[in-house]
């Protein structure tokens, strides 16, 4: 009984009321059942007899020691029910026997009416910068970052101490501001109003400087790590296998340090996110998803498919002409920088081929900045990532993507009937598509494109081969047709050198069918493991240096450049001889 008397003396100090032991509350509590006294038997009798007097003595002094502590309790101790109506004591003591039985159970209860609800207290040292101090912190890691992709991106060094604050957070808005959650994901100036909400009326969150409110509802309502991550431009890829997260750029490619912040739930969450935005659901029913939001192309792929592990990757695509007159002249030479230009401007087909990653599209685009405004343009996307109207700005350009609606081979029938100079497919991925493409460049429409082919010579044959998917076609006039109506092959490579991504022309091929003579390998370059490189050229064809000429493109230079490599390579032959 002491046992017992020192518990509820506990709660009594902490001004719990007795119903948290486990005591019938007013609702709860039975009215005693009235039960018909039987007649007393000689069976009834005789097991009265025999209960020991013992133990009929105890249980008499246990119900006198409830009775008397219920009597000695003072008025502010008891319960509003105990105050105002009096207590019934069949139910009471019943409920207390079964309680002191428990010893297990009462000792839980000791355990926790003693235990005190704990606060954490943050120690970040982020609490204690100025907004000032804080994004001056954050510029220097992002500039870092851009030296050194494997640097974690996170102001915060305690891991641990940013999931507790970053559970504040989201218990914060989803608790006052839940409505905005959406709106935060998709609208920055919303971003900022939450963000101006959080440091206003969440008591904790005062001391924290914007820089760091703005990581932390990165976490919450954004995308996380992959927002700091594309702020850096030279970001191509995001990719987690599993267990590490992946960052490659134009020339690296590293492991990405999150000090373990990063892991499957947490790129579960973010692979949420990216398919809320089209109403899909990501679960084992649906365990492959693809989505395409702003600049970045999302493959996830379910972990009941991945080996228990989820997996995504991230292409990013960004605004703006990465590659330059002068990256093409470090991809190749001065010689290949002139021609490209005066390619498109003689109206000239060109597609673009390479692996995966190795700078297709960015080489288009390139290409498209010397279309003029007089030539209108057609542009179809399979996903958008070229952003056409914000990088030409003055071009006329119909920029159109492909859906479940309205496919590839639609869009290039669609395009004959805008009367545009050039129809720019960004990639041929499919028989039909590369059947239409075929039909427009048949009709006089110029193009651009590009596809996956392992040298540019080879692109004839890759046509060819998707267009026989879709039809029977007779080889050897096809491909001479496709000979006839190509003007340009560029084939882009990629190498890693001593642990840096390098991208190359390998080679440029002027087509011509049967008729003109055999295709001319106007460029070629080999790179060895070192990165050193060896480069042999041919002069373009008569009619071709013509047709530029007639264009009024100025060739005057390339010829210099010819010259000189052709003095070079007869002075290398003497010496060898």
Same mark, same amino acid.
């Given at each position: 009984?002491?046992?017992?008397?020192?518990?509820?003396?506990?709660?009594?100090?902490?001004?719990?009321?007795?119903?948290?032991?486990g005591?019938?509350?007013?609702?709860?509590?039975?009215?005693?059942?009235?039960?018909?006294?039987?007649k007393?038997?000689?069976?009834?009798?005789?097991?009265?007899?025999?209960?020991?007097?013992?133990?009929?003595?105890?249980?008499?002094?246990?119900?006198?020691?409830?009775?008397?502590?219920?009597?000695?309790?003072?008025?502010?101790?008891?319960?509003?029910?105990q105050?105002?109506?009096?207590?019934?004591?069949?139910?009471?003591?019943?409920?207390?026997?079964?309680?002191?039985?428990?010893?297990?159970?009462?000792?839980?209860?000791?355990?926790?009416?003693?235990?005190?609800?704990?606060?954490?207290?943050?120690?970040?040292n982020?609490?204690?910068?100025?907004?000032?101090?804080?994004?001056?912190?954050?510029?220097?890691?992002?500039?870092?970052?851009?030296?050194?992709?494997?640097?974690?991106?996170?102001?915060?060094?305690?891991?641990?101490?940013?999931?507790?604050?970053?559970?504040y957070?989201?218990?914060?808005?989803?608790?006052?501001?839940?409505?905005?959650?959406?709106?935060?994901?998709?609208?920055?100036?919303?971003?900022?109003?939450?963000?101006?909400?959080?440091?206003?009326?969440?008591?904790?969150?005062?001391?924290?400087?914007?820089?760091?409110?703005?990581?932390?509802?990165?976490e919450?309502?954004?995308?996380?790590?992959?927002?700091?991550?594309?702020?850096?431009?030279?970001?191509?890829?995001?990719?987690?296998n599993?267990?590490?997260?992946?960052?490659?750029?134009?020339?690296?490619?590293?492991?990405?340090?999150?000090?373990?912040?990063?892991?499957?739930?947490?790129?579960?969450?973010?692979?949420?996110?990216?398919?809320?935005?089209?109403?899909?659901?990501?679960?084992?029913?649906?365990?492959?998803?693809?989505?395409?939001?702003?600049? +970045?192309?999302? =493959?996830? %792929?379910? !972990?009941?498919?991945? #080996?228990? *592990?989820? $997996? /995504?990757?991230?292409?990013?695509?960004?605004?703006g002409? +990465?590659?330059? =007159?002068? %990256?093409? !002249?470090?991809?190749? #030479?001065? *010689?290949? $920088? /002139?021609?490209?230009?005066?390619?498109?401007?003689?109206?000239?087909?060109?597609?673009?081929?390479? !692996?995966?990653?190795?700078?297709?599209?960015?080489?288009?685009?390139?290409?498209?900045?010397?279309?003029?405004?007089?030539?209108?343009?057609?542009?179809? !996307?399979?996903?958008?990532?070229?952003h056409?109207?914000?990088?030409?700005?003055?071009?006329?350009?119909?920029?159109?993507?492909?859906?479940?609606?309205?496919?590839?081979?639609?869009?290039?029938?669609a395009?004959?009937?805008?009367?545009?100079t050039?129809?720019?497919?960004?990639?041929?991925?499919?028989?039909?598509?590369?059947?239409?493409?075929?039909?427009?460049?048949?009709?006089?429409?110029?193009?651009i494109?590009?596809?996956?082919?392992?040298?540019?010579?080879?692109?004839?044959?890759?046509?060819?081969?998707?267009?026989?998917?879709?039809?029977?076609?007779?080889?050897?006039?096809?491909?001479?047709?496709?000979?006839?109506?190509?003007?340009?092959?560029?084939?882009?490579?990629?190498?890693?050198?001593?642990?840096?991504?390098?991208?190359?022309?390998?080679?440029?091929?002027?087509?011509?069918?049967?008729?003109?003579?055999?295709?001319?390998?106007?460029f070629?370059?080999?790179?060895?493991?070192?990165?050193?490189?060896?480069?042999?050229?041919?002069?373009?064809?008569?009619?071709?240096?013509?047709?530029?000429?007639?264009?009024?493109?100025?060739?005057?230079?390339?010829?210099?450049?010819?010259?000189?490599?052709?003095?070079?390579?007869?002075?290398?032959?003497?010496?060898?001889?």
């Amino acid at each position: 009984m002491p046992k017992l008397k020192s518990l509820l003396k506990v709660k009594r100090d902490d001004e719990l009321p007795l119903l948290s032991i486990g005591l019938p509350t007013k609702k709860e509590r039975v009215k005693p059942v009235k039960v018909e006294k039987k007649k007393r038997t000689m069976e009834t009798e005789t097991a009265v007899r025999k209960v020991p007097k013992e133990k009929k003595k105890k249980e008499v002094v246990k119900k006198k020691k409830i009775k008397d502590y219920f009597v000695s309790q003072p008025v502010s101790s008891l319960s509003s029910v105990q105050k105002n109506k009096k207590v019934t004591e069949e139910p009471l003591e019943e409920e207390l026997e079964r309680i002191i039985d428990d010893s297990s159970f009462i000792d839980t209860l000791k355990e926790e009416a003693q235990r005190q609800p704990v606060r954490r207290v943050w120690t970040s040292n982020l609490l204690k910068m100025s907004d000032k101090e804080a994004q001056q912190l954050r510029d220097r890691m992002d500039a870092e970052f851009k030296n050194d992709i494997a640097l974690d991106t996170s102001l915060f060094d305690n891991k641990e101490e940013k999931r507790q604050i970053l559970k504040y957070v989201d218990q914060f808005i989803y608790s006052y501001y839940a409505s905005w959650k959406l709106e935060a994901f998709y609208d920055l100036n919303i971003r900022t109003q939450l963000r101006d909400k959080l440091k206003k009326e969440a008591p904790r969150l005062k001391k924290f400087p914007n820089a760091v409110l703005d990581e932390l509802l990165e976490e919450s309502v954004g995308l996380g790590v992959i927002e700091r991550l594309i702020r850096n431009e030279t970001i191509s890829d995001i990719g987690y296998n599993g267990t590490q997260l992946i960052v490659e750029s134009n020339e690296q490619k590293e492991i990405n340090e999150t000090g373990g912040f990063v892991d499957s739930d947490y790129i579960h969450r973010l692979i949420n996110n990216f398919v809320s935005t089209i109403g899909k659901e990501f679960n084992s029913t649906n365990p492959v998803t693809d989505v395409v939001y702003k600049n +970045m192309r999302v =493959n996830a %792929v379910h !972990e009941n498919s991945a #080996n228990g *592990a989820v $997996t /995504i990757s991230i292409r990013v695509s960004h605004t703006g002409i +990465m590659v330059t =007159n002068k %990256v093409v !002249e470090e991809m190749s #030479n001065e *010689a290949m $920088t /002139i021609l490209f230009e005066a390619f498109v401007l003689a109206k000239c087909n060109i597609v673009v081929c390479g !692996e995966t990653g190795s700078g297709k599209t960015e080489m288009t685009k390139h290409l498209l900045s010397f279309i003029p405004f007089t030539q209108k343009i057609c542009l179809i !996307e399979d996903v958008s990532e070229m952003h056409a109207k914000e990088i030409f700005p003055n071009a006329d350009i119909n920029s159109w993507v492909v859906t479940r609606s309205a496919s590839a081979d639609e869009l290039l029938k669609a395009s004959l009937r805008n009367n545009p100079t050039w129809v720019v497919v960004t990639e041929l991925r499919g028989g039909d598509e590369a059947n239409e493409w075929l039909q427009a460049i048949r009709s006089d429409h110029k193009s651009i494109t590009s596809l996956h082919s392992d040298s540019a010579l080879s692109i004839p044959n890759r046509i060819m081969g998707m267009i026989g998917e879709v039809r029977n076609v007779q080889e050897d006039r096809i491909e001479n047709e496709i000979k006839r109506l190509l003007n340009i092959g560029i084939h882009i490579n990629v190498e890693w050198i001593h642990g840096r991504k390098v991208r190359y022309i390998a080679d440029v091929v002027e087509f011509r069918n049967k008729e003109q003579g055999d295709s001319i390998t106007l460029f070629t370059q080999e790179m060895d493991k070192d990165g050193n490189r060896s480069i042999k050229m041919n002069r373009i064809s008569s009619k071709l240096h013509k047709t530029l000429e007639l264009s009024g493109f100025d060739l005057s230079r390339y010829d210099e450049l010819m010259d000189e490599y052709e003095q070079l390579e007869n002075n290398y032959e003497q010496e060898e001889a």
